[in-house]
């Protein structure tokens, strides 16, 4: 069975909840988007989850979502496809979702607030985006990418054991 992931945002507004296959927070992604709207250590945690068991209690209407620019090699801007979800009321990140897959939705893992199953390591990810300011805390086995991983959330958590039934 699942996790049922719950999470909220810091003043009560917003909660929800989701089932999750792969609830380890593993994954930490230095992109400036993640980083500055929910990574105050210089890093975001996303996790992966089942979009249509999202649950969602919104006591004032308080979700808005932001969809990023993104600025690409050569100084144009595209509008990112992502919705980042977020409580207006207090700012808290909550969940990301891309319509390119559907059937996903990404919690914030500083949004959770059951307790998460502890990584045996970490894929670092977008670490051509990292300020110099933050300092990588390398563990024995994590992988490092300038940009994305070689394995989807999924696959990383069936290789890990850690893919829960």
Known sequence: ???????????????????????????RCYCSICRKTAGGGGYAINLGADARTLEVHDTGKAIGVFRAEIRQEDGSCELSTAERS??????????LFSPEWPDLIHPFASAVDIPLPSPRSSVHLMLRFKPEWVTLQIGEGDQLFDLYPDQSIQDW?????AWVE
């Open 1 to 27: 069975m699942p996790l049922k992931l719950e999470g909220s945002c810091r003043c009560g507004a917003v909660s929800f909840a989701c089932n999750s296959h792969t609830p380890v927070p593993y994954q």
């Open 86 to 95: 977020f409580c207006s009321a207090c700012g808290a990140a909550l969940w």
């Open 157 to 161: 958590h069936r290789d890990h054991e």
